[in-house]
């Protein structure tokens, strides 16, 4: 597949890139992309969440009333879970959700998330380009020339560009990321996946093996 690399003002160049078979037209691995998209969601989970249970309250432990002889339940403590400002029962610990993939089936995913997008056509290759500050009307401008002004775009560059990256901060639906940092479930949750030329060379270098 051939692609038309375009201009930072989303002119034609007039050269064409070719994306590899081997990275961007893979047969569809769903199982794998459910086991890319379900690892990054359970590692953006910070585990934190925390209830005091009977055992960790602060209060007496005097009986509340006698045991027989007043016709309703058996009462403890005050802290009892029954009670309002009582522990709870079987509350919510810290804990850690990560979950561990190998290698072999992380890049498998993405080669599926990459193919799914070109099949669609929602790639689009511009030339390495850079700003002379950050300031977000360039950045807005550009995703303006490129007619996607309005859509979730997530564009990938070969290293970490300063400007580019504080440009597109305060723009709702525009992502700046790396090479390195591109993830299944970014690719996918992307409307238009903006590559430049650099970072697509990357890309098959990491993922044509």
Do not use: W
């Not at 930072?8 to 081997?22: A, F, N, S, V, Y």
């Not at 590692?43 to 006698?66: D, F, P, V, W, Y």
């Not at 400007?163 to 949750?189: F, G, H, M, P, W």
Request: some cysteine; aromatic content about 8%; charged content about 30%.
């Amino acid at each position: 597949m051939k692609l038309e690399v375009l201009t930072i003002q989303g002119e034609k160049t007039g050269r064409e890139i070719d994306l590899p078979e081997e990275v961007f037209g893979v047969e569809p691995n769903e199982h794998a992309v459910y086991l890319a998209v379900k690892q990054y969601m359970a590692n953006q989970r910070q585990g934190t969440h925390k209830s005091k249970e009977r055992g960790e309250l602060a209060g007496s432990t005097r009986k509340i009333k006698r045991q027989k002889g007043t016709g309703a339940a058996r009462f403890g403590d005050i802290k009892n879970p029954l009670f309002r400002g009582g522990g709870r029962v079987f509350g919510p610990r810290p804990r850690d959700y990560s979950l561990k993939l190998n290698k072999k089936l992380k890049r498998i995913a993405r080669k599926c998330a990459l193919s799914s997008k070109a099949a669609n056509g929602q790639i689009m290759v511009v030339e390495d380009f850079s700003f002379d500050g950050p300031k977000t009307k360039f950045y807005f401008n550009f995703l303006q020339s490129l007619s996607c002004e309005g859509e979730k775009t997530i564009l990938v560059t070969t290293d970490y560009e300063k400007d580019i990256y504080l440009s597109s901060r305060n723009l709702k639906k525009a992502k700046v990321t790396r090479v390195q940092d591109l993830n299944t479930y970014e690719v996918l949750n992307a409307q238009r996946l903006i590559l430049s030329e650099g970072s697509l060379e990357k890309i098959n270098e990491s993922l044509a093996g």
